[in-house]
């Protein structure tokens, strides 16, 4: 977030992992989602909201909050909205490695 980040994107991993073992769950990037934002976003179930069947702005959810944000803002239940095709590097997408 903005106070430890320096106003800047780090490096994952720098900061230690949480009890699951992910890095940088919040608070780095904002995290694309591939729920729609919209006007009715808020009428949608609190978990796994998937609003991918109803008219929509075009907009997509981003969670998590980025460096820029407070530390109020950076929690997975922070969401945020933009343009599904606008691009810049607060925004992001999170990869995973399964183990078999």
């Not at 609003?51 to 907009?59: A, D, E, I």
């Not at 407070?70 to 183990?99: E, I, V």
Request: net charge positive; hydrophobic share 25%.
């Amino acid at each position: 977030y903005d106070k430890n980040s320096g106003g800047n994107l780090k490096m994952v991993g720098l900061k230690m992992p949480n009890r699951w073992g992910l890095f940088d769950v919040v608070g780095n990037q904002w995290e694309w989602c591939q729920d729609l934002s919209g006007a009715s976003y808020d009428k949608t179930p609190v978990e796994n909201p998937a609003n991918l069947n109803y008219t929509s702005t075009g907009s997509r959810v981003l969670r998590g909050g980025g460096y820029g944000n407070t530390a109020r803002g950076c929690r997975c239940g922070h969401r945020n909205g933009d343009d599904g095709s606008y691009r810049n590097n607060n925004y992001g997408s999170r990869l995973c490695l399964l183990q078999l």
